[in-house]
């Protein structure tokens, strides 16, 4: 996935916003901040059950649009409602198969691969506030708020030195997530941040215990104009 990330992330800075003003004499004073998003992130698992580890790097993506509504005449203050896509996988040593049509939730031992990859679909909402002017398109901003995302498909990948095993479209995982986000910078550059509030998984069990894992992410993303 690096070399994508990589990729990615020169393509975006090299990209320069659009002008809010149409041309040097028509300044455009109803002017919106509706921008093409793209977040580059690194995903740290909290509540792991005693014997889980992370042992890889995991991360993911995504991108979309949001429609921007300001709430101000000066339009420093505004909402953002999107729409866009995510992917992420985490690597870890949780291995995930299935026997007899039910979910087997066990630890990876002497592996090569252990990884879960989950397609989402998601709808972010921002409170906004920014520095921008009609004149001005490179300006700070924060945005909080919060990130609801439906699961499309999954697929886990455990390989050993004897087999390989590929589990999809796994029923424990919960269909809905949402978390607490904050992207904070100037320009296109900057800082994210997601705090899941749901957990992965329900109804699922490793070693007796209901496993609660949720996930933060941190890393970059990118508002374009």
Known sequence: MGKYWLLILLLFSFLKPQAQVNNDSIIDLKYLEDQLYLSLT??????????????????????????????????????????????????????????????????????????????????????????????????????????????LTSKSKFTDSEVELTTKNIPELNKIQYGATLATGYGNWNLYFYYGLRPLFKDAVFNGQSIDLKDIRIGLKFYIM
Do not use: C, H, M
């Open 42 to 151: 690194y995903t740290i698992l909290r509540n792991k059950p005693a014997a889980i580890s992370q042992n890889g790097f995991s991360g993911g993506f995504s991108f979309g649009f949001i429609k921007d509504i300001p709430l101000n005449e000066r339009r420093n203050v505004g909402f953002g409602v999107g729409a866009g896509y995510a992917y992420n996988v985490y690597v870890q040593n949780l291995k995930i198969s299935r026997e007899n049509q039910a979910t087997v939730f066990e630890l990876a031992e002497n592996y090569k691969t252990n990884r879960l990859g989950i397609n989402s679909v998601e709808t972010p909402i921002e409170f906004r506030w920014r520095t921008s002017t009609p004149e001005k398109y490179t300006f700070w901003r924060v945005y909080g708020g919060v990130k609801f995302s439906y699961l």
